[in-house]
């Protein structure tokens, strides 16, 4: 089966040999959109009705559909689960006609409060072009989803100033530490802190005491850094950049890291947050350096706090991170702390 980072290789390498044909079907304008920034969405509740959508890899385990379906419904919510959730074009969940019709019929439906993954993998970018913005601007409800899915919610939230979440999508685990961490972000409209264990600190791999303060950017560190050049990255001044992985070894965490700060991302943002990037061990540690080394290469002389080895992405528990709320870092207690409300 795929991983992720085949996924996104082969994706790129579809997009180059599309070619013109693909560029002169780009006919939808990138607005600056006059809209309160943050737009913040309505918060769900009990009885909301939700959409499922295929945004990006196909579901090849019916399994995965049903057991989310009785997750939404165990935390009173409605599933409409969309066509794309059941399709397959190649390793994609539909063609990108339908997977974006779907995307379009779940922000336009004024009954459906929240539009949520039924997994990542690769496709979520090659919608970009042909997505009309105001579809959110005129339409804010909660866009939520992690992986492949970084691609929209950052864009989401650069382009319209919505805020997005970062967080579960349909086939990663739904254990108590997730559902408990999404309740909280979606659900209620008290400010929303989230903190780390002192055992889980003590695992970090880097870290850099101190406090920051900015909105949050980011996600999984492969489709993000695949955002470089386009329209849809983000503005990095200021902000607490996210970053998770999975699967990749710590020299692909290097070209990453390295493509960022020739960028000049880290010398723009505020703070950094890492996850836990489960499975990105050497596979010949006698011929590479550690993850932990990397990471110190890249950041030892950081002038702006660190904190790593958060429950977030590719991991067991996961916490749900908006973007586009204005937050506070602290390393030193491990604490994330939004100023205002997230959904209201």
Same mark, same amino acid.
């Given at each position: 089966m795929p991983n992720r980072r085949d996924f996104v290789r082969w994706g790129m390498l579809g997009a180059l040999m599309l070619g013109t044909s693909r560029l002169s079907a780009h006919t939808v304008p990138i607005p600056n959109l006059n809209v309160p920034n943050p737009l913040v969405p309505p918060r769900l509740k009990q009885g909301d009705k939700v959409a499922v959508v $295929?945004?990006?890899g196909a579901v090849w385990n019916p399994k995965v559909i049903s057991g989310f379906k009785l997750t939404l419904k165990e935390l009173g919510l409605t599933a409409w689960l969309a066509p794309s959730v059941y399709c397959r074009s190649g390793y994609l969940s539909g063609t990108d006609e339908e997977r974006l019709k779907d995307l379009k019929q779940a922000l336009l439906d004024p009954e459906i409060k929240a539009v949520f993954c039924i997994r990542g993998g690769w496709g979520t970018a090659r919608l970009m072009e042909d997505v009309d913005w105001t579809w959110f601007s005129e339409n804010p409800k909660i866009i939520i989803g992690f992986s492949d899915i970084t691609f929209l919610i950052n864009a989401i939230n650069h382009r319209t100033g919505l805020v997005s979440y970062h967080g579960p999508v349909g086939n990663s685990g739904w254990n108590a530490f997730t559902v408990d961490a999404l309740k909280k972000a979606l659900f209620e409209t008290e400010t929303l802190k989230l903190g780390m264990t002192p055992?889980?600190?003590?695992k970090a791999k880097i870290s850099r005491p101190g406090k920051a303060t900015g909105t949050l950017i980011g996600g999984n560190l492969c489709v993000f850094v695949s955002m470089l050049g386009s329209p849809y990255f983000p503005d990095c001044? $200021?902000?607490?950049?996210?970053?998770?992985e999975i699967g990749e070894e710590p020299y692909r965490i290097d070209r990453m890291l390295t493509s960022l700060r020739l960028a000049g991302v880290f010398s723009q943002i505020s703070g950094l947050i890492l996850g836990q990037f489960t499975d990105c061990s050497p596979a010949s540690p006698q011929q590479s350096?550690?993850?932990s080394e990397v990471l110190q290469q890249h950041f030892g002389t950081a002038t702006f706090p660190i904190l790593s080895n958060a429950p977030l992405g590719h991991t067991e528990n996961k916490w749900t991170l908006p973007l586009g709320v204005e937050a506070t870092l602290d390393a030193d207690l491990g604490t994330l702390t939004y100023l205002n409300p997230v959904v209201k």
């Open positions: $295929g945004l990006a055992s889980q600190m003590t001044h $200021g902000k607490i950049l996210v970053l998770e350096y550690s993850l």
